[in-house]
C-alpha cells in the first residue's frame, strides 16, 4: 500500500518565521499530510531545525551566546510556533543533534567510495589579525559586479549574483571587522555532481511532466548543459566534521548534512516513539513510498538537483517522488524584511486571530502558481466575509434554532431525511473534488471548494426558510433544520485538513466526535452522521458561540500603522 513520507524544509535556526514560510511551506504540508490521514492513508510528516552554516554562528557569536545554545533557542521557537498555528509532525528534529552526525556518515563513505568526493586545492580568505578563515558570510566588501558596498562573502543583496568571495573589493573580516586580509590556498572537498549528469537527466527528464511546472521547466534549463561541481567543506569549528583522517579540521558544509535531516529524523521517530518499522526499509527505500518535500522556490535547487544527486549516487535512500514548491508571499506588497520593520510577528498575530482565521487567509492567498502578498484588509475581509459569514453564521444560525426548538431531540423521521436531499448528493460530489485536489497538491483550489459547499448549504437553509415555515408548520421546519445540520457535518469534514479547530468545534456541538467518525464522513460514509445524531440524542448538545468572531476595523487600522516602524 502506498505511503506518504512529507517533509517540510527545515527552518534555519537563526530567527523567526513570517506568514511566507508558513503559507509557502508549512501549513500546505500540514494540510496536505492531514488529508492523506483523514482519506485513510499512511502518512507522516517529518521536519526539523536545520542548525549548521556561517550565518548561525555569526549570530551566536553577536549574542555572545555558544552556539549550540543559539540554535537551541530558536528550535524551541519554532517548534512553540508550529504548535500554535496547529502544524503537526510527527518528528520536529535537530541537525546538531549527534543522531543526525552519525546518519550523516554513511552518505559521505558512500559518495567518497564512489569517486563522487575529491578534494581540489582553491583560494580563500583569511583574517590576519584574528586569523579566522573567512568562507561565505564571515567576510564582506563592495560587489564586483554592481559596486554595493555591504556585499556578503556568499552573495550581493542588491544584485544578487553568487559572490566568490576572492574577487570582493575592500574586504572585511566579519567576525573583528578587520581589513587585514590575505589570500590562501587551502583543500576543500568537493561534491563532483558533473559526473552524475547523465544518471541525473535520465530521472529528471521523467519527473518533468511531473513536477509543477515552475519547477520543472526551471530545473530543466539549469541543468541541460551540466551540472556543476560544489564544494561540501569548510574550515569552521561548529558542523559535522568530515569524516577522513587528513581532513582535520574540516567541517561538512551545511547543505550537505541539512537535507539528510529528513532521513535522520524519521529514524530518530521511530526510536523514541518504540516502533518495530525500519526508517529505510518500511520507509527511504520503500518502494511503496512517495517522498515528496513541501519548500519555498528558493530552495528548488538543493531539493531538485543536489539531494537527488546524493540520494541516486550513494544508494542511501531513493530519490523524491514530488518536490511542490511555492513561490513567494509578499506583506502588502513588498518583500517581508525585520531589518526595516516591513515585517509581522507571526506569534502575536496567531495569539490574536487564533490560528484557524491564519490558516484560512494564508491558504487563500497560497503562492502556489505565482507571488502573492499578504494584506491586513484582505485579511479582515476574507475573514468577515467569507469564514464568518459563510460557516460561522450559518452553524449558529441552524443549530440556535435546533437546540431551542428540539432540545429533547428530533424525530428519526428528520434526523434521517438528509439522505434523501438532491444538495447532499451535490455536497458528496464537490467533497470527492476537494480530496482529489488534494491528491494533487492544488491547496488553494480545494479550500476554494470546501467553501462553495458552505455556500451551497447556506442557499439551502435560506431558500428553506425555517424561521418562516416553523410558525405554519414545526414539521416542515424540523426536516429543514436537521437535513441542514448533516450538511454542516459534510462541510465541517471538508474543512477539517485546512481548519482543525474550526472542524472539531463544530462537531464537538454534538458531544466527543471521533477522529474515525470525522474522517469517515470526509471519504464521503456519511452514515457517520446518523451515528453522530444517536449519540447526541437528537440535538446539538450545546448551543453555538461565535465560532469565527469578526476582526473590526481599528484592529486592523491599528496593525498596518504598525508596519514599517521599527522599534
Ligand atoms: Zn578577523
Ligand atoms: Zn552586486
Redesign the pocket.
Known amino acids: 500500500m502506498t505511503k506518504y513520507l512529507v517533509t517540510s524544509a527545515l527552518p534555519y535556526a537563526n530567527g523567526p518565521l513570517h506568514f511566507g514560510h508558513l503559507a509557502g511551506v508549512y501549513i500546505p504540508a500540514d494540510i496536505y499530510t492531514r488529508h492523506k490521514k483523514l482519506s485513510g492513508e499512511r502518512a507522516i510528516h517529518i521536519c526539523g531545525s536545520d542548525e549548521h552554516g556561517v550565518a548561525i554562528m555569526l549570530n551566536a557569536q553577536k549574542a555572545k551566546v555558544p552556539y549550540k545554545e543559539y540554535v537551541d533557542g530558536w528550535h524551541k521557537e519554532h517548534k512553540a510556533l508550529f504548535d500554535a498555528f496547529n502544524i503537526h509532525f510527527e518528528y520536529f528534529g535537530q541537525t546538531s543533534s549527534d543522531y543526525h552526525a552519525e546518519e550523516v556518515l554513511p552518505w559521505f563513505k558512500s559518495l567518497h567510495e564512489k569517486g563522487m568526493i575529491e578534494p581540489r586545492d582553491g583560494q580563500q580568505l583569511q ?1 590576519g ?2 586569523h ?1 578563515h573567512l568562507p561565505d558570510r564571515f567576510v564582506g566588501g563592495e560587489c564586483y559586479e554592481c559596486h554595493y558596498p555591504s556585499a556578503r562573502g556568499d552573495e550581493c543583496p542588491n544584485c544578487g549574483i553568487i559572490i566568490d568571495s576572492v574577487k570582493l573589493i575592500n574586504p572585511v ?1 566579519q ?2 571587522e ?1 581589513t587585514n586580509i590575505k589570500e590562501v590556498t587551502v583543500t576543500q572537498y568537493y561534491l563532483t555532481l558533473s559526473k552524475a549528469h547523465e544518471k541525473y537527466r535520465e530521472w529528471l527528464t521523467k519527473k518533468i511532466p511531473e513536477f509543477r511546472k515552475t519547477v520543472g521547466k526551471y530545473v530543466d534549463s539549469l541543468t541541460k548543459e551540466n551540472l556543476h561541481d560544489r564544494a561540501i567543506s569548510r574550515d569552521l569549528d561548529w558542523g559535522i566534521d568530515v569524516p577522513l583522517a587528513e581532513a582535520k579540521g574540516k567541517k561538512l558544509y551545511v547543505w550537505f548534512d541539512a537535507p539528510i535531516g529528513y532521513v535522520s529524523n524519521t529514524k530518530q521517530w521511530l526510536k523514541e516513539t518504540g516502533s518495530s518499522e525500519d526508517y529505510k526499509k518500511d520507509w527511504w527505500t520503500n518502494s511503496d513510498t512517495k517522498i515528496e518535500h513541501f519548500i519555498g522556490k528558493d530552495n528548488i535547487i538543493f531539493h531538485c538537483i543536489i539531494f537527488p544527486v546524493m540520494s541516486m549516487m550513494s544508494e542511501q535512500v531513493n530519490v523524491c517522488t514530488d518536490v511542490p514548491a511555492n513561490q513567494y508571499l509578499n506583506l502588502e506588497g513588498k518583500q517581508f524584511s525585520k531589518s526595516a520593520g516591513w515585517y509581522v510577528d507571526a506569534k502575536e498575530a496567531v495569539e490574536k486571530f487564533g490560528s484557524d482565521a491564519l490558516r484560512y487567509y494564508l491558504t487563500a492567498i497560497s503562492p502556489e502558481a505565482s507571488d502573492s502578498s499578504f494584506t491586513w484588509e484582505g485579511f479582515q475581509a476574507r475573514l468577515n466575509g467569507e469564514l464568518a459569514n459563510n460557516i460561522g453564521n450559518l452553524v449558529n444560525r441552524c443549530l440556535k434554532f435546533w437546540k431551542k426548538n428540539w432540545a429533547e431531540g428530533m424525530s428519526e423521521e428528520a434526523l434521517k431525511s438528509y439522505q434523501q436531499v438532491d444538495k447532499v448528493s451535490e455536497l458528496s460530489q464537490k467533497l470527492a473534488l476537494v480530496r482529489d485536489c488534494l491528491d494533487e497538491k492544488a491547496i488553494k483550489i480545494a479550500l476554494e471548494i470546501s467553501m462553495q459547499m458552505g455556500h451551497m448549504t447556506n442557499e439551502y437553509f435560506s431558500e428553506r426558510a425555517p424561521w418562516a415555515s416553523f410558525k405554519m408548520d414545526p414539521k416542515i421546519a424540523e426536516l429543514t433544520i436537521a437535513e441542514t445540520g448533516a450538511m454542516i457535518l459534510i462541510v465541517a469534514a471538508a474543512l477539517n485538513p485546512f481548519l482543525p479547530d474550526l472542524s472539531q468545534n463544530i462537531f464537538s456541538l454534538f458531544g466527543n466526535v471521533s477522529d474515525e467518525s470525522i474522517a469517515k464522513i470526509y471519504q464521503g460514509d456519511f452514515s457517520a452522521i446518523d451515528q453522530i445524531f444517536k449519540a447526541a440524542g437528537g440535538t446539538p448538545v450545546k448551543a453555538p458561540k461565535a465560532l469565527v468572531p469578526k476582526i473590526e476595523d481599528d484592529v486592523i487600522a491599528a496593525l498596518k500603522e504598525e508596519l514599517g516602524k521599527l522599534n
Open positions: 583574517c589579525d584574528c579566522n573580516c567576525i573583528c578587520s
